[in-house]
């Protein structure tokens, strides 16, 4: 065990509560867990079956107990804010992958929007088990406090805590440590935690902990976009711990558990057949993926600029599963998924920061770690790559914005926007690792030119503009979020549904909610707007039933049955969608279709559309992509593709490029793709039985059955 320095000498107990154990009944506590920072106060509270009618579970509760929560005129740092954790009816299931996801949703310090996220980890099902669907906090404490939830002893504990330190490394060690029995009761202790650096940026996330009894540490998987993490520690947060032990396959308490063993049984048989044939997961997880991008010009290069670079080699697969430790290892971020895909580097060294010298675990890099803290800022180093994803963890950072933050800075950098002046002596030239990681523990210090890179790339292209004389237009161009959040790390030019698929994702732009690159770009089946429209209708509303029911999706779509080509839909895994219609089944009693699991989410994504629009948000100009994801923004951009360029100008625009300058190409061809992008819009609305501006219309929320007055009364504003 951790040395933990007596330091519950120093906690002092704000408030306390016990509560009577009951069992978890078809999926559900049956109470959610209310918590008052401000006025320390803690209380139980039934969930309805409205709530379980409405809005299923996970997301769906926290989306409605937010709601409740706030007013259209709550900001993200009100004391009224919630921060609510939610696991679902399914989540916890043991004898089926990926069943331990929690879900965080809060308003966004970076979109000042709804947003929601999702980590592994062991707390969503320890919290469940110990008597609750889902965990509201609100309020501000006056000191750095945690709360402690014992699932064994029915105590609830909110506890000063004055002096640890903040940062995750070590600090989930140590409360891992402080609240287990013995070393032996450390795999029933999850915690979540933050870092140093959520004090002071806006994409500041959690760490949510599990337990390796095979390595001996403690892990953590990340709920990290849109910034959770800063909402955390302006609560004065320092630590969330939950406790349970005893659980068995039947700690759901499911009507037909030989049903969900049926469907286990046949993923897991597939899992162990054919993984190390398709991705590998296994042994190198979602890394697998960088060659594969590369190969399609796909991989971020330079802030999106370019999709392949010659160097990629350097962080391919081959090179993180040579990293990752392959023996001895316990890579399930939930029990009993055999995918086991949460990988790590063990005994790696530092070089810099407060833990230079120290030998580390890494958790990690996944896909878009590698993708973006490597090429997209010209970083093929696996070594640097390491050591800026450790304490990103460490200080409570989002890969991907900090990625994509950096990737915006380079740029500018190149263009002459920035210099070194302006940065406070950070070069930052492209694949300049070092200085990556001096604004990274700058943001930790708050200080710097790294305290305005961890304001966020929408906040950067603004003071860019005032304070430097950067071009309006050419920032925001080339600034990769959208409605505040940046982009996850896939180029899609070519694909205009994955444009989509970012442009009008609710949270903002991240792959979680459609991903459908291959099925249109490579695969070519979407040839039309209506069936792009059709694709964004049905992926973003599968895919946000996992988090209803706080699941991953990787066992969904990362391994295949073999004969799955030969199937009606290949790309929705039909025989993956049956196994979720079993588990559901054998969970609740009740048997159910794809189209009952799709209305789950459909009530759920419209209410969150909603949500947005009562936020001062949710309407059409919030919904379109910077240009450079939807084609090339300089002419550099442009003549590194300009065969494919001109060739699109002639068979789709019906303009000859010859004799044409590179400028005026590029301009005609923007032109028919914002169009296409228009029209995009257009043919999804339609689909979605939203209006023109992207408003679910009253018809479509009483065929939801989400037509409540409340609800009703933010539309009818905007209709």
Request: with cysteine.
């Amino acid at each position: 065990m951790m040395e933990n320095k007596n330091y519950l000498k120093s906690h002092e107990i704000a408030a306390k509560h016990t509560y009577q154990k009951q069992p978890v009944v078809r999926g559900y506590a049956n109470r959610t867990l209310h918590i008052n920072l401000s006025q320390n106060t803690i209380e139980e509270k039934p969930v309805t079956q409205q709530m379980k009618d409405l809005f299923t579970g996970g997301r769906g509760f926290a989306l409605w107990l937010l709601w409740n929560a706030i007013t259209e005129k709550t900001s993200w740092d009100d004391p009224e804010n919630a921060l609510i954790i939610a696991n679902g009816p399914l989540c916890g299931t043991t004898a089926y992958p990926g069943m331990g996801k929690s879900t965080v949703v809060t308003l966004s310090p970076l979109t000042n929007s709804v947003i929601d996220s999702n980590g592994g980890g062991f707390f969503a099902p320890f919290l469940k088990f110990s008597g609750f669907d889902a965990l509201e906090i609100t309020g501000k404490a006056e000191e750095d406090s945690i709360i402690v939830i014992d699932g064994n002893t029915q105590e609830i504990r909110i506890e000063k805590a004055p002096e640890e330190a903040l940062n995750t490394y070590p600090l989930a060690g140590i409360l891992t440590d402080m609240y287990a029995k013995d070393d032996r009761d450390r795999k029933n202790v999850s915690v979540i935690t933050s870092g140093e650096a959520a004090n002071h940026i806006r994409y500041a996330g959690l760490n949510i902990s599990f337990f390796d009894p095979r390595r001996e540490e403690v892990r953590v998987k990340q709920a990290a976009r849109g910034g959770s993490g800063r909402v955390f520690r302006d609560k004065h947060l320092k630590g969330i711990v939950v406790r349970f032990s005893g659980l068995t396959g039947a700690s759901n308490n499911p009507a037909k558990p030989d049903l969900i063993r049926k469907a286990g049984k046949r993923i897991n048989q597939e899992i162990t057949q054919y993984d190390a044939q398709q991705n590998n997961m296994r042994e190198i997880g979602t890394a697998h993926l960088v060659e594969i991008m590369d190969h399609f010009d796909l991989l971020p290069v330079h802030n999106f600029r370019y999709g392949t670079h010659p160097e990629h080699a350097n962080i391919d697969s081959t090179t993180w599963q040579k990293a990752f430790t392959q023996d001895k290892r316990m890579d399930s971020c939930w029990l009993g998924c055999t995918l086991a895909c949460s990988h790590a580097v063990d005994g790696f060294a530092l070089e810099t920061g407060p833990h230079k010298g120290e030998k580390v675990l890494v958790d990690g890099p996944e896909y878009e770690s590698a993708a973006g803290l490597g090429s997209n800022i010209g970083v093929f180093n696996p070594e640097s790559i390491l050591e800026i994803n450790f304490y990103c963890d460490t200080y409570g950072v989002d890969t991907i914005s900090f990625a994509n933050s950096i990737a915006f800075c380079m740029e500018c950098y190149q263009e002459g926007i920035l210099n070194l002046e302006r940065t406070g002596g950070i070069d930052l030239t492209w694949g300049n690792a070092e200085s990556a990681l001096e604004l990274l523990h700058q943001m930790s210090r708050g200080e710097g030119f790294g305290l305005i890179v961890g304001q966020g790339t929408r906040y950067m292209k603004s003071y860019f503009a005032q304070e430097f004389g950067g071009d309006p237009g050419f920032l925001h161009d080339i600034a990769m979020e959208i409605k505040g959040m940046e982009i996850s790390e896939y180029i899609t030019k070519e694909s205009l549904a994955q444009q989509g698929g970012y442009g009008m994702a609710l949270k903002g732009a991240q792959h979680d909610e459609a991903w459908l690159i291959f099925i249109d770009q490579v695969d070519k089946q979407l040839p039309t707007f209506e069936a792009k429209a059709e694709a964004l209708h049905y992926f973003p509303m599968w895919r946000t039933w996992f988090s209803l029911h706080g699941l991953c999706k990787l066992p969904w779509n990362d391994i295949k049955p073999i004969d799955n080509k030969e199937r009606d839909h290949p790309e929705r895994i039909p025989e993956h969608v049956e196994n979720y219609t079993w588990v559901y089944e054998g969970l609740t009693g009740n048997k159910v279709t794809l189209d009952d699991l799709i209305a789950q989410s459909e009530r759920v994504y419209n209410f969150q559309r909603v949500f947005n629009l009562r936020v001062g948000f949710g309407t059409r100009e919030h919904d379109y992509p910077p240009y450079r994801a939807v084609g090339p923004v300089t002419e550099d951009e442009y003549e590194s593709r300009q065969d494919r360029y001109d060739k699109q100008l002639e068979d789709l625009v019906g303009v000859d490029p010859a004799g044409l300058r590179t400028e005026e190409k590029r301009n005609r061809l923007r032109k028919y793709r914002e169009d296409q992008y228009e029209q995009l819009l257009d043919a999804v609305y339609k689909r979605r039985g939203w209006s023109e501006n992207g408003i679910p219309t009253k018809e479509k929320l009483a065929s939801l059955g989400i037509d409540l007055p409340e609800v009703l009364q933010v539309v009818e504003k905007h209709l």
